[in-house]
């Protein structure tokens, strides 16, 4: 049984400079575990292990959507067999190493955000906050679908009380590369990460539509 609640949320977004984002080097869904981890301590809740198997997880739960953003706020989420039978064979995680997975938070938008913003869009509501600050995690995984060209652009964050260094375990250490998008917990470079250099999105304001849904399970 499980209980989900997600929201419709007509955001204004005003889009302010985020270049910070778009350093080639940097990879946004390491720096959205870095803002989960800190808003945890900060609320006395223990920081989280970054796991590069349950990010590439979280990557494969954003490629299920096919692209479809309505379908986040419509409440429709990939069947729980798909992380046995697609997610991890495509990640190269052994399936034996699957572990629970204690939340869930999935954002999506019309526009490239910094992963700071991301958040904000992630945590909207007291449910997901819940979720954020839940001490039976114990992990954490994190994806985004890309930084450039490709809208809309989807935030995934798995959480799990699986232990931190036999849950979701790549076969020989390093999970398989996924391409387009980034996730957590590897030291890929991450594809597009360089921003986009066609639309001077980051001087842009706009209006865009945010759809978020949080999951305990
Ligand atoms: C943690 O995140 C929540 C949701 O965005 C926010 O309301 C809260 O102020 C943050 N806490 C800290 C210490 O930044
Ligand atoms: C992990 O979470 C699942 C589902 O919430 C629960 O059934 C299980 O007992 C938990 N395991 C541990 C080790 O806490
Ligand atoms: C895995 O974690 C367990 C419990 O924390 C620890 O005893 C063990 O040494 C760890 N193994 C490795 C390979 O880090």
């Not at 006395?44 to 706020?73: H, M, R, T, W």
């Not at 849950?167 to 921003?195: E, I, L, M, W, Y």
Request: glycine content about 10%; aromatic content about 8%; charged content about 15%.
């Amino acid at each position: 049984m499980e209980i989900s609640a997600c929201f419709l949320a007509s955001s204004l977004l005003l889009l302010v400079s985020s270049t910070s984002a778009t350093d080639s080097k940097n990879n946004p869904a390491d720096q959205l575990v870095a803002v989960i981890n800190k808003n945890r301590t900060s609320h006395k809740s223990p920081a989280l292990f970054d796991n590069a198997g349950l990010g590439c997880i979280a990557l494969q739960y954003i490629k299920a959507y096919q692209g479809q953003c309505g379908e986040v706020g419509d409440n429709k989420k990939p069947p729980d067999s798909s992380f046995l039978d697609t997610f991890a064979p495509n990640c190269g995680v052994k399936p034996s190493t699957l572990a629970p997975i204690t939340g869930r938070l999935l954002a999506c938008q019309g526009t490239y955000v910094s992963p700071e913003e991301a958040f904000s869009i992630l945590i909207e509501d007291r449910r997901s906050l819940q979720i954020l600050h839940n001490k039976n995690h114990e992990e954490v995984g994190a994806a985004v679908s890309g930084t450039d060209g490709g809208a809309p652009y989807f935030w995934c964050v798995l959480f799990s009380n699986g232990t931190t260094n036999s849950s979701f375990v790549p076969q020989g250490g390093v999970p398989k590369t996924v391409r387009p998008g980034c996730f957590s917990g590897n030291d890929d470079d991450c594809s597009g990460a360089h921003g986009s250099s066609s639309a001077p999105w980051t001087m842009v304001a706009g209006i865009w539509i945010a759809l978020a849904c949080a999951l305990a399970v």
